[in-house]
């Protein structure tokens, strides 16, 4: 089975500092990863995947994240926020199959202060 | 720009009554997608659809779950009695490809109260 855990629930951080969102995920296959955003009122919006490839992975918005297979990892960042950045980010993961469901890990809230 | 909608954005409804979640996903997509999000708990996956079939499902998606097509634009997901634990964020979602190779648009959600 997969598991996707997202370890912070919230992140508050200053406008233009950096921020990370740290995802793991544990699968015994190999596996496509997303982060997706959902802003108040709206619906979930994908910001970046990894399917295969460079191992760093650049989204809209100015988020990237890395996949670290070593680790389980695909933490997600982003060297300057933006108080419009306000959001739950989501991580999930695919185990592969074109038809199969998306895992995703519980969110993490990340509020920008001015 | 192509979205997915849903109605209603909420409903209310007394325990054991039937409710029907409405979604229109993008009219080129040929996949698609219920997931629910329990307050405070993570979005699951209830089932996936393809080619007028259910291609997945979850163990949530028992008995009192069903989903339809009934026309070339609408796709539906029917609880036949609805139990409190129902109470959720209902999102449709919908792709052209494949969750592992193409995107999944959602919706904003249908949040369903049951009482």
């Known amino acids: 089975a997969q598991s996707v855990t997202q370890l912070d629930s919230q992140v508050p951080v200053f406008e233009e500092a950096p921020v990370e969102l740290r995802c793991n995920y544990s699968s015994s296959v190999s596996v496509y990863l997303f982060w997706y955003v959902q802003y108040p009122n709206q619906g979930l919006q994908l910001l970046l995947k990894?399917?295969?490839?460079?191992?760093l992975v650049k989204g809209i918005n100015g988020f990237e994240a890395e996949f670290n297979k070593s680790q389980t990892s695909f933490h997600l960042r982003k060297p300057s926020v933006h108080i419009s950045d306000t959001a739950e980010y989501f991580c999930?993961?695919?185990?592969?199959?074109?038809?199969?469901?998306?895992?995703f890990g519980r969110g993490t809230q990340l509020t920008v202060w001015p | 720009e192509p979205e997915v909608t849903q109605t209603p954005s909420h409903q209310v409804t007394q325990m054991g009554q039937e409710v029907i979640l409405r979604c229109v996903p993008i009219s080129n997509h040929l996949y698609f997608y219920w997931y629910r999000q329990i307050l405070g708990q993570k979005v699951e996956f209830l089932v996936s659809f393809y080619n007028n079939e259910i291609s997945e499902k979850s163990e949530i998606f028992d008995d009192q779950f069903s989903v339809e097509r009934p026309d070339g634009s609408n796709f539906t997901l029917k609880i036949r009695s609805t139990k409190l634990e129902d109470s959720a964020m209902y999102f449709c979602a919908s792709s052209d490809l494949g969750p592992g190779i193409g995107e999944l648009f959602f919706g904003e959600g249908s949040r369903l109260t049951v009482l």
């Open positions: 990894y399917l295969s490839g460079s191992t």
């Open positions: 999930a993961v695919n185990r592969g199959s074109t038809l199969g469901r998306l895992y």
